[in-house]
């Protein structure tokens, strides 16, 4: 079927635009910054086609941006990042926080993609799909064989199909009930993604030179070492095992000079808040389990407000971008 007209971006198509571009260009100096300091070969490809993926990504949202007449946003440049900063981070962080990225944008540029109807950002966005697929898969092999593999706890095969008669399987508050499956998983996940966001609080803490920022990310610290105990008492209790891939002591180096602006620290840390919370909303519509569900939603209360805290820190500094606005028609 051909379309005969060019309509106009809707709200969502300019939105997915919009914080994909911000989105990639800090990707873009963190890639590059690490990048410099790799010295594990296969892990350095991997980060230089993660870093071509993102320029390329980059570009063509700049060329649709401009070509719509839209303020392409400032995001992040070369000016935020030096990439002759100290080694901050061990080459086995690098590939898990690689991995860590991979999954944040397919589940972002997935929820995008059902929003999306102009067929050029279409495309753009499968075929961004397509290229993150790719790279998970290349990931995976690279950590299987390097022997880095952490992998979700192993469970009974079910032998037979089984209904529920009890409501107690719900409301299971004295955890009686082994977890389900779901419930596994979503603990496993939020593990490793506090896990990584633990070394990620130390290392920004390490090289800011704002006390305030440096307070930020110190007190994010302390608030994702108490929700890794909470999730790990959880398998520690049904006698599965708990597992963390990046420890903070031989991890993150002892450097303190910096290679990133305050700026893209706390965005950087804004975004892996923000998708923490949605993890955690994630794990509340999938459990179903009453004492799990309300862990999941006093936790993600708590990273609300810490997050709220943290872009008020940005607006202090004129670090937060306006996103873009439908209009105000109200009169005075």
Known sequence: MNI??????TSAEIS???????????????????????????????AEKVL????????????????????????FTDEDVNLKAKRLFSDNFCLYYIRNMISLGLSGDAI???????????????????NL????????????????????????????????HKQSFILELLGTRPLTSQEVTTLYVNILSNNIGLCISFGFAQITDSKEVRDYF??????????????????????????????????????????????LLMFHYLMMMGSGASNYGNAIATSMRSDLVVDFSRLMTETMKFNE???????????FERPPLASYREKD
């Not at 300091?37 to 892990?43: E, L, W």
């Not at 002591?249 to 990133?260: A, G, L, M, R």
Request: some cysteine; charged content about 20%; proline content about 5%.
């Open 4 to 9: 005969e007209h060019d309509p106009r971006l």
């Open 133 to 164: 697929i790719k790279l998970n898969s290349e990931t995976s092999q690279i950590i299987l064989e390097k022997g880095l593999t952490i992998r979700p706890p192993y469970i009974p095969y079910p032998t037979e199909i089984e209904f529920i």
């Open 112 to 130: 995008s993609l059902t929003t999306i109807y102009r067929q050029d950002i279409l495309s753009l966005n499968s075929n961004n799909l397509i």
């Open 52 to 75: 071509a993926g993102s320029q390329e990504y980059v570009n063509s949202i700049h060329g649709i941006l401009t070509s719509e007449e839209i303020q392409v946003p400032q995001g």
């Open 309 to 319: 805290d943290g872009m008020n820190i940005m607006i202090k500094n004129s670090w």
């Open 16 to 46: 997915y635009l919009w914080e994909a571009y911000l989105n990639e260009s800090m990707s873009v100096c963190v890639y590059k910054y690490l990048l410099f300091h790799i010295k594990d070969t296969n892990i350095k490809s991997l």
């Open 218 to 263: 110190l007190r994010g610290k302390e608030i994702g070492t108490k929700h890794l105990k909470v999730f790990s008492d959880y398998l520690e209790k049904h006698s599965l095992p708990v597992t963390m891939p990046m420890a903070i002591n031989q991890d993150v180096t002892d450097s303190s000079e910096s290679p990133f602006s305050d700026k």
